[in-house]
Antibody, heavy 121, light 106 residues
Framework: QVQLVESGGGVVQPGGSLRVSCVAS????????MQWVRQAPGKGLEWVAF????????YYADSVKGRFTASRDNSKNTLFLQMNSLRTDDAAVYYC??????????????WGQGTLVTVAS | DIQMTQIPSTLSASVGDRVTITCRAS??????LAWYQQKPGKAPNLLIY???SLENGVPSRFSGSGSGTEFTLTISSLQPDDFATYYC????????FGQGTKVEIK
């Protein structure tokens, strides 16, 4: 069965950096686009980033553009989100999700359980 | 950017009630809309895609309709397991979620 397991969350100071990871199993990771979605405490879902199956196409929400970078290692079935210049409003649970297509533009059929990022001094 | 607005933000209902949630897009998204259910402390779960297609394994009491800018999610007979928050998501141009609709016990 499909599994997505995030890790790497933690507490970081404003202006700091953090990299979160998502290990995938149960499907051919290299054939699908992957997404990052976040949810601030008590708030709704916010799409953050997309990376295509081959890493060529990448899209970012305006709120993180220039600060966050998605990447993937298809040999290790792992997705990454490098977060730099973190702000207090970046604090959230970060979910990885599988797109149903390799180049995106569709919905998400599987989600991980999330990893909590706290930004505080 | 496409904005998604859900109505209402909170809905109080009883087991057995018919429940309808509306989602409006700021511009036409054709039928490129999904609905997700989220329970506290859990990841979202896909219910409906392409506005009206039921995801495998989702109970048939859930249905979706609409196109263009107005969409609805209907639960025909609310069950205890359905008390949760529901989100619409457009994928016509990048991705945007609605703000969510919490379905509470009346």
């Amino acid at each position: 069965q499909v599994q997505l397991v995030e890790s790497g969350g933690g507490v970081v100071q404003p202006g700091g950096s953090l990299r979160v990871s998502c290990v995938a199993s149960g499907f051919t990771f290299s054939s699908y686009g992957m997404q990052w979605v976040r949810q601030a405490p008590g708030k709704g879902l916010e799409w953050v980033a997309f990376i295509a199956y081959d890493s060529i196409k990448q899209y970012y929400a305006d709120s993180v553009k220039g600060r966050f970078t998605a990447s993937r290692d298809n040999s290790k079935n792992t997705l990454f989100l490098q977060m730099n210049s973190l702000r207090t409003d970046d604090a959230a649970v970060y979910y990885c999700a599988k797109d149903i297509r390799r180049d995106g533009n569709r919905y998400f059929d599987y989600w991980g359980q999330g990893t909590l990022v706290t930004v505080a001094s | 950017d496409i904005q998604m607005t859900q109505i209402p933000s909170t809905l109080s209902a009883s087991v057995g009630d018919r429940v309808t949630i509306t989602c409006r897009a700021s511009q036409s998204i054709s039928g490129w809309l999904a609905w997700y259910q989220q329970k506290p402390g859990k990841a979202p779960n896909l219910l409906i895609y392409e506005a009206s297609s039921l995801e495998n394994g989702v109970p048939s009491r859930f249905s979706g309709s609409g196109s263009g800018t107005e969409f609805t999610l209907t639960i025909s007979s609310l069950q205890p397991d359905d008390f949760a928050t529901y989100y619409c998501q457009q994928y016509n141009s990048l991705w945007t979620f609605g703000q969510g609709t919490k379905v509470e016990i009346k």
